[in-house]
């Protein structure tokens, strides 16, 4: 399954799935270089973006928070994938492409 | 004013019932940040207590250094939207973004609105410091160095929400022995009305 959104940071990568939907849930249960998953960025998810192996958000768009993390990251982001929480789960393997704003899911 | 306290109220309590749902469906930043409201509601009182600064300080290098950097004060500019009841106010006004604009042109060695494209507020010897701090790392850092730009970013929207520009300034493009230098620099991450950050080792 193909997701199109829009490239925010350049790179490609696979991994696997971590969402995070609310601020409760506790950073230690991602493993580094998970493909971090969400609606939208604030930074309190902090601990969850250095973790991360690349950034995917259901909204926002080249300029969001996420976006702007990820490319001091130096890691790939996918912004603005319509409904991408509904279309994956955690520990699903997902390539992502910021090149050109694709998940291959 | 009542009316303005009012919608104050009105805003930060609709955005507390937004933020204390789960799962987090609301926005960032944080509609409390939006610096029209905060014009709303205390922009006056900061623009008079700007005036009390600037007219009790005559040394330009002691206002640089209550303000540390040229963006905070070009952020306080925004106040300057707000309209004056009178022309005695409007006048003092007048008077007040000339001495700020005076300061912002101190710290930015003359060029205030950036018209050469270069926002340049570190003198050579700052340079020469950067650059030979820089020297010492390797590519071996990089993976650190940009989580602690990240940490550092992340720190300081959580200090001055929307408000970035009050912790933080953008300049260069500096100069030294052929290689160009663009510096991002968190400089106050620590502001003392933060109770939380008193535990800080910074």
Redesign the interface.
């Known amino acids: 399954m193909e997701l199109i959104g829009m490239g925010a940071s350049p790179g490609i990568i696979e991994g696997k799935v971590f969402i995070v939907d609310n601020l409760q849930q506790d950073a230690a249960e991602m493993e580094y270089g998970q493909i971090l998953v969400m609606r939208f960025s604030t930074p309190a998810y902090f601990e969850f973006f250095i973790k991360a192996s690349a950034i995917i958000t259901e909204t926002g768009g080249i300029t969001c928070h996420a976006a702007s993390l990820a490319r001091d990251l130096n890691i790939p982001c996918v912004v603005s994938v319509d409904q991408i929480l509904a279309k994956v789960k955690d520990n699903d393997i997902v390539t992502v492409d910021g090149n050109n704003g694709v998940i291959y899911v | 004013m009542s009316e303005q306290v009012d919608k104050f109220i009105e805003v930060m309590a609709l955005n507390l019932e937004v933020r204390s749902r ?4 609301d ?2 930043p944080n509609p409390l940040a939006d610096i029209t409201l905060a014009n709303d509601i205390s922009g006056n009182h900061i623009l008079g207590l700007l005036e009390e600064i600037f007219e009790s300080i005559d040394k330009i290098e002691q206002i640089a250094k209550i303000f540390k950097r040229p963006a905070r004060l070009v952020y306080l500019m925004y106040l300057f939207t707000l309209k004056p009841s009178n022309t005695e106010m409007a006048s003092r006004r007048v008077r007040l973004a000339e001495k700020m604009i005076s300061a912002i042109s101190f710290m930015r060695n003359g060029d205030p609105f950036i018209e050469k494209g270069q926002n340049r507020i570190y003198n050579d010897n700052a340079i020469f410091d950067l650059v030979h701090f820089e020297r010492n790392l390797t590519i071996d850092h990089l993976t650190t160095l ?2 602690i ?3 550092l ?3 300081n ?2 200090s001055y929400f929307a408000w970035v520009g009050l912790g933080r300034e953008f300049h260069g493009l500096y100069e030294y022995n052929g290689m160009k230098l663009f510096v991002r620099d968190y400089y106050d991450l620590n502001p003392d009305f933060w109770d939380y950050k008193k535990g800080f080792a910074y």
Do not use: D, I
């Open positions: 789960l799962p987090a469906t926005v960032w940009r989580k730009l990240v940490a970013a992340t720190l929207e959580y």
